[in-house]
């Protein structure tokens, strides 16, 4: 069925069958949850704005079955995690990438023989080089 059908058979508006269809992209554990009526359509939500961040999302589900939220309550929380998520710019981007790359060449740096580490110096000064 296209989105159009759903809408006329349910008499709901798109963007709200959208909304509906949108819960069934929780983890399975949170939309067993929904489905067995612990949680609502405002919990989904919350827990859709963080769908980008699986640790924080599990974290909302968690203090949500903990403590019993609201849904509202549960969108609020939500928004205050997404407000301290570091934003991500071209340097913290950079620096993310040159970190992991560092830890790699490190990892490997004993097990190397002369050749091998002239190779990682050379990658390494060119990881200096991008920054």
Not at 62 to 67: F, G, L, P, T
Not at 75 to 91: G, R, S
Not at 100 to 123: A, D, E, F, G, I
């Amino acid at each position: 069925m296209t989105l159009e059908e759903v809408r006329k058979i349910l008499g709901l508006s798109r963007q709200r069958v959208y909304q509906y269809l949108n819960i069934l992209k929780l983890p399975d554990d949170m939309l067993e949850k929904f489905c067995s009526s612990e949680m609502n359509e405002m919990h989904a939500r919350a827990l859709l704005m963080l769908k980008d961040h699986n640790e924080l999302q599990q974290k909302l589900f968690n203090e949500i079955e903990e403590c019993g939220f609201t849904g509202q309550q549960a969108v609020e929380l939500a928004q205050q995690y997404i407000k301290d998520i570091p934003a991500k710019t071209p340097i913290t981007n950079l620096a993310k990438s040159s970190s992991k790359k560092l830890t790699n060449l490190k990892k490997k740096w004993s097990k190397k023989n002369m050749v091998q580490r002239k190779q990682c110096r050379k990658q390494l000064q060119d990881l200096l080089n991008e920054i």
